[in-house]
Every structure is written in structure tokens, then in C-alpha cells.
Nanobody
């Protein structure tokens, strides 16, 4: 089992930027893909971005392509989500999660991820 702790959320104006971090401990972090998801009030949790275990492949939801960048530092057991050009529609609690399988290939399904963090609130004002 891997333990995950997100940080970096906050209140930002539309057009601004935030960088989220997710620190991992426990099972071998570098063997698994990592994903970011978000959940807005009254909505289901949705996929945002993911990165393969070596960081060579990245995947994004259409709604954030070109604005968000996912990266990881396996030496620090940390994955990041750089969010630029933020919109009010990006307001949500953001969660990181580790892939269940070591053979992750871009799935956006929640069921393919486990070991969820507690989340960090991102609020974008208009």
C-alpha cells in the first residue's frame, strides 16, 4: 500500500497558476503510474492527468490539455500537477492516486487507481 499526501491547493484568480504536489510513501512509488483526479461539488470524480512510472508517457483529459502538465520526481517520491490558465470550472478537490497495475497504459477509469490521497482544494475565482 502506498500513502499519498497532496498539497499546493488554494484560491487563485482566473488565468492564474497553481502547482500541486503529491508526496508518496510506502510501496515502491517508482513502479507505478500516478494519476490526478478532481471532484467538484455535486459532480463525480473525474480524471485529470496521469504519468507513467518512468515519466515517459503522460495522459490528459481533453478539458485540461495545453493548460496542465503532470510530472514526477522518483528520487523524491513526488508527482506534480502544474496548472496554468486556470478557469472557474477547474474549481474542485484534487486527488492523486497510484495505479493498481504496473502495466498502466493510459486508462482514465477510477477503478484502475487506488491508494487515494486526502485531496487538496483548488478554487478559481472569476
Amino acid at each position: 500500500q502506498v500513502q499519498l499526501v497532496e498539497s499546493g491547493g488554494g484560491l487563485v484568480q482566473a488565468g492564474g497558476s497553481l502547482r500541486l504536489s503529491c508526496a508518496a510513501s510506502g510501496r515502491t512509488f517508482r513502479s507505478y503510474a500516478m494519476g490526478w483526479f478532481r471532484q467538484a461539488p455535486g459532480k463525480e470524480r473525474e480524471f485529470v492527468a496521469a504519468i507513467s512510472w518512468r515519466g515517459l508517457s503522460t495522459y490528459y483529459a481533453d478539458s485540461v490539455k495545453g493548460r496542465f502538465t503532470v510530472s514526477r520526481d522518483n528520487a523524491k517520491n513526488t508527482v506534480y500537477l502544474q496548472m496554468n490558465s486556470l478557469k472557474p470550472g477547474d474549481t474542485a478537490v484534487y486527488y492523486c492516486a497510484a495505479s493498481i497495475s504496473t502495466s498502466y497504459s493510459g486508462s482514465q477509469l477510477l477503478a484502475d487507481f487506488g491508494s487515494w490521497g486526502q485531496g487538496t482544494q483548488v478554487t478559481v475565482s472569476s
